[in-house]
């Protein structure tokens, strides 16, 4: 699985941005599709995950009424659209691939196998 993230730039806090991921290769053989983000001198932390089949959706409590992830599976395609953000939201964002995570495991960034190059989203306030 192939991963290519877009959309990342500069905006005000309390502004809107959707991130894209577009997904290549064994697509199929996905069970999540997840949003992660690293801020400068932070690790990475998990923002959002989508069950590529049932569409079910799991968030970050920080991010929990802000941010909506879905995909697309016609087009290989999963979003984050982010509203009302916030300075704290800046940080690079990768969309990741999980293969055979199970829910309970779904927010943990080591049970991604694939990872897209990350796209970088700045809040001014």
């Known amino acids: 699985v192939q991963l290519q993230a877009s959309g990342g730039g500069l905006v005000q806090a309390g502004d809107s941005l959707r991130l894209s991921c577009t997904a290549s290769?064994?697509?199929?053989?996905?069970?999540?599709m997840g949003w992660f983000r690293q801020a400068p001198g932070r690790e990475r932390e998990f923002v959002a995950t989508?069950?590529?089949?049932?569409?079910?959706?799991y968030y970050a409590d920080s991010v929990k009424g802000r941010f909506t992830i879905s995909r697309d599976k016609a087009k290989n395609m999963v979003y984050l659209q982010m509203n009302s953000l916030k300075p704290e939201d800046t940080a690079v964002y990768y969309c990741?691939?999980?293969?055979?995570?199970?829910?309970?495991?779904?927010?943990?960034?080591?049970?991604?196998?694939?990872w897209g190059q990350g796209t970088l989203v700045t809040v001014s306030s």
């Open positions: 290769g064994r697509t199929s053989s996905s069970r999540f």
């Open positions: 990741a691939s999980a293969v055979s995570a199970i829910l309970s495991s779904s927010s943990s960034s080591g049970a991604y196998e694939y």
């Open positions: 989508i069950n590529w089949r049932g569409g079910h959706e």
